[in-house]
């Protein structure tokens, strides 16, 4: 959800002119009138939020998995950092602590994971983290995220200067600080950084780190004790995503209605805790694309419509989606035109290109879901 154009702050000292980086919302560019402004459209966001943010006992519901969680971090707005899953640098390192996980196609048929973290207190080492793409700035948007990253494609520059987005790049002198390069694995996979340097450089460069009063949520959620079941969904007891890189694949458990996670021939685990990763719901959306300038990389279409597959406890049904701005919300609709509700957890968003891959396959039967529109 567009956050509307930032305040910026200028300060002279020892005549040096410094002035937040564009697109920065900082902690004093929410006051005064600037706030003030805000107060109708924040009670509207709230009569109409799709989370009840209620604080009891210490916890709030997530924005990001409708789990009550610590208020400490479910009221902090989260980070989206760019998580490299090429097979040189693999295992990941802190994947297991995102609330939503987006696998996007890269170029040579590799993907990129943009994992939305809210709780990562902690960890000594997240990454490693890699460059951003048109399509990423837009996701990290969608969750009044901090979009944290370690280089870019030229084609992104000015995306991530847009007001919509609270932007930290390793590669320049705004972020770099803020990683390191590992001696265990070679460049370009080896730049981590962790809680604590995200943290540091979030309160030194002054970014806020309130959720916006207008953010209302991105997902429903079920209720407590009262899952999703897709009754008329398909059987999905697997799950395969047609990336021709890391083949990966999800496997159902009943016993604990999660979907395990598995690629380049293996389980898919977290360096960090040894845990295979998992999810509650998986979200396919099938989208359109095209090839910028340099014939190598991609742009993929995020605005529109187009169709997928929500899939979670052993079922998939189809869905539609739609997207009326750039900066907008992404909406996921039942075929009654009904917005989705995802089960509590963790849940995986795989945007898929059909037109290049083909589509998912349940159960290693492909499935009638048609293509988004060219």
């Known amino acids: 959800m567009g956050k509307g154009f930032r305040c910026w702050t200028a300060l002279i000292m020892a005549g040096i002119l410094l002035i937040p980086a564009a697109g920065a919302r900082t902690a004093a560019a929410t006051e005064g009138s600037a706030e003030s402004k805000k107060e109708t459209s924040a009670e509207s ?36 950092i760019q998580i490299n899953d090429a097979k040189a640098a693999t295992p990941c390192n802190g994947l297991n602590s995102a609330g939503i996980i987006y696998e996007t196609p890269m170029e040579a048929g590799e993907v990129r994971f943009t994992a939305i973290m809210e ?71 080896n730049a981590f950084t962790d809680s604590a340097h995200i943290d540091k450089k979030c309160a030194a460069l002054g970014i806020d780190r309130d959720y916006d009063k207008t953010y209302g949520g991105k997902w429903y959620f079920a209720e407590d004790d009262d899952p999703v079941v897709l009754k008329g969904g398909e059987d999905a007891q697997k799950v395969s995503i047609p990336y021709p890189a890391n083949s990966p694949w999800f496997e159902y458990n009943a016993e604990d209605q999660l979907y395990y996670r598995y690629q380049y021939g293996d389980k898919q685990t977290d360096e960090l805790d040894g845990k295979q990763t998992t999810c509650r719901n998986i979200v396919v959306q099938y989208c359109d694309y095209d090839i910028q300038p340099d014939n190598k990389t991609k742009n993929i279409h995020l605005e529109g419509e187009g169709s997928g597959l929500y899939i979670t406890g052993g079922k998939a049904e189809k869905i539609s989606w739609g997207k009326p701005e750039k900066w907008g919300q992404t909406t996921y609709k039942d075929e009654n035109g009904d917005e989705i509700v995802l089960n509590q957890g963790r849940t995986w968003v795989c945007l898929v290109l059909p037109s290049m891959t083909g589509e998912v396959i349940l159960n290693d039967q492909q499935p009638e879901t048609e293509a988004a529109e060219s």
């Open 45 to 80: 966001a709230q009569d109409s939020a799709k989370v009840d943010r209620t604080v009891s006992k210490g916890k709030v519901r997530s924005f990001l998995t409708g789990e009550m969680v610590d208020k400490a971090f479910g009221l902090r707005r989260p980070i989206a």
């Open 119 to 189: 709780d990562y207190a902690d960890l000594e080492r997240i990454g490693s983290v890699r460059s951003a793409r048109t399509y990423h700035p837009q996701i990290a948007c969608e969750y009044d995220a901090i979009f944290v990253h370690f280089g870019r494609s030229k084609y992104v520059v000015d995306d991530l200067s847009d007001p919509h987005i609270d932007d930290i790049d390793g590669v320049t002198g705004r972020g770099y600080s803020m990683f390191w390069r590992s001696k265990d694995r070679k460049a370009p996979h």
